[in-house]
């Protein structure tokens, strides 16, 4: 039998340009989930340059690396400054469901009641403003 040589898969190889990278990045978000995301990010950052992304980001390499790194969970500001590094912005969009699922146009969105909060006092008012 010969032996097959096979050499490593590595995403990064092949993170060239924006659309590429945005596609990636999508992908990952339609799983809805944070470790694949954060996965893909750090591909991304390898694609790009880890240097250039943890300057842009206002991180040093190794914290970079830790925040990268497997089980990570990092804060969402980190996560929206390496975005903005890499250049990518997230967007919004509703989700696709079943037909049978979606209300009517005419149908008015349901949504949770308002907390009414009570009245404060304006601290530091003296005695000659009351009156």
Do not use: C, W
Not at 4 to 24: G, M, T
Not at 56 to 76: Q, W
Request: glycine share 4%; aromatic share 4%; charged share 30%.
């Amino acid at each position: 039998m010969r032996k097959v040589n096979v050499s490593r898969f590595d995403v990064s190889d092949y993170l060239r340009d924006d659309e590429s990278i945005a596609a990636y990045l999508n992908a990952a978000l339609e799983e809805g989930d944070a470790d694949l995301l954060m996965a893909a990010i750090s591909d991304i950052a390898k694609a790009v340059g880890v240097a250039h992304v943890a300057d842009a980001a206002g991180l040093g390499r190794e914290s970079l690396y830790k925040t990268l790194a497997a089980g990570s969970k990092p804060r969402m500001d980190t996560v929206f400054k390496l975005l903005d590094a890499l250049n990518i912005r997230l967007i919004a969009s509703p989700q696709q469901t079943d037909s049978t699922d979606v209300k009517s146009s005419d149908e008015p969105l349901k949504r949770a009641p308002r907390k009414r909060r009570s009245a404060e006092p304006i601290i530091g008012a003296s005695q000659s403003d009351k009156a």
